[in-house]
Each structure stands twice: as C-alpha cells, then as structure tokens.
Nanobody
Framework: QVQLVESGGGLVQAGDSLRLSCAAS????????MGWFRQAPGKEREFVAT????????KYADSVKGRFTISRDNAKNTGFLQMNSLKPEDTAVYYC????????????????????WGQGTQVTVSA
C-alpha cells in the first residue's frame, strides 16, 4: 500500500508560480512512476505530467509544457510539480498518483495505470 498526500495548492494570480508536493508513505510492492493529474469542475480528470522512478524520463501534457516541471526525490519519498506562468485555465484540483510496476525509466500518461491516488489539492488562478 502507498499513501499519497499532496500539498502546496492555493489561490494565486495569473503569471504567478506554485510548487506542489506529494509525500508518499507506506510500502510499495515495486518501484513506481509518479504522475500529476488535474480535474476542473465539470470536466474529466486529465493528465498533467509524469516522471519515471529513476527521474530520468518525464512527459508533459501539451497545455503545460514549458511552464510546469515534474521531479521527485526518492530518498525523501516526495514528488514535486513546479508550476510557473500560471493561467486561469490551470484552475483545478491537482492529484498525484503512483503507477506501480512502472519502474526504472518507464512511465504512463494513462489514468488507468495509476493504482494509488492522493486526496488532491486545489489550485485556483485568478485573471
């Protein structure tokens, strides 16, 4: 079992930055890729970014590429999402998730591949 807890959300203005953290605890059966997803009111949950267990491979949604940076510190069991140049359309609840069995340099952008999810943190960007 892996427990995930996000933090760092808040209310900011367009153009501001936020750094989300995802603290992992528990005992995973395997190494895992970590992903960030978001869900805006009335919309489906969508992929934002993912990072492999090694940290060497990352993938971003086109809508955040060049503005967001995903990273992880396995020694501290923590993942991060640095969000710069925030836009009102980035407003959503942000979730971190773990995809077990995606070890090494592999990752997934598919919601269905993620077994464990945090409770989410609200990010609101005003115009």
């Amino acid at each position: 079992q892996v427990q995930l807890v996000e933090s760092g959300g808040g209310l900011v203005q367009a153009g501001d930055s936020l750094r989300l953290s995802c603290a992992a605890s528990g005992r995973a059966r395997s190494d895992y890729a970590m992903g960030w997803f978001r869900q805006a009111p009335g919309k489906e949950r969508e992929f934002v970014a993912t990072v492999s267990w090694s940290g060497g491979n990352t993938k971003y949604a086109d809508s955040v590429k060049g503005r967001f940076t995903i990273s992880r510190d396995n020694a501290k069991n923590t993942g991060f999402l640095q969000m710069n140049s925030l836009k009102p359309e980035d407003t959503a609840v942000y979730y971190c998730a773990a995809a077990l069995a995606y070890d090494g340099d592999s990752y997934s952008t598919k919601t269905r591949d993620y077994s464990y999810w945090g409770q989410g943190t609200q990010v609101t960007v005003s115009a």
